[in-house]
Nanobody
Framework: QVQLVESGGGLVQAGGSLRLSCACSGSTFSSYAIGWFRQAPGKEREFAARMYYDDAHTFYSASVKGRFTISRNNAKNTVYLAMNSLKPEDTAVYYC???????????????????WGQGTQVTVSS
């Protein structure tokens, strides 16, 4: 069992930055791949980024690549999502999720993740 708690959301102006944190507890954190998803009002949950343990197993959606950076600190059982050059269309509830399968091709599929946090709101004003 894994418990995930997101934090770091808030209100920011377009062009600004935020860093989200996902604190994990309850199991062997380092064995899980961790993903970040987001869901805007009236839209489906959307993949943003995923990381297992190194850059070779890190993935980004086209909409965030080059602006967002996912990282993890296994000693602190925490995954981060650094978000730069934020745009109003980045406004959403951001969720982190844990996947017991470290390697998969459909890493962007929310249904394949086993555990979810409660989400943190990110609002980008224009």
């Amino acid at each position: 069992q894994v418990q995930l708690v997101e934090s770091g959301g808030g209100l920011v102006q377009a062009g600004g930055s935020l860093r989200l944190s996902c604190a994990c507890s309850g199991s062997t954190f380092s064995s899980y791949a961790i993903g970040w998803f987001r869901q805007a009002p009236g839209k489906e949950r959307e993949f943003a980024a995923r990381m297992y343990y190194d850059d070779a197993h890190t993935f980004y959606s086209a909409s965030v690549k080059g602006r967002f950076t996912i990282s993890r600190n296994n000693a602190k059982n925490t995954v981060y999502l650094a978000m730069n050059s934020l745009k109003p269309e980045d406004t959403a509830v951001y969720y982190c999720a844990a996947d017991r399968s470290a390697y998969r091709d459909d890493y962007y599929n929310a249904a394949t993740y086993d555990y979810w946090g409660q989400g943190t709101q990110v609002t980008v004003s224009s």
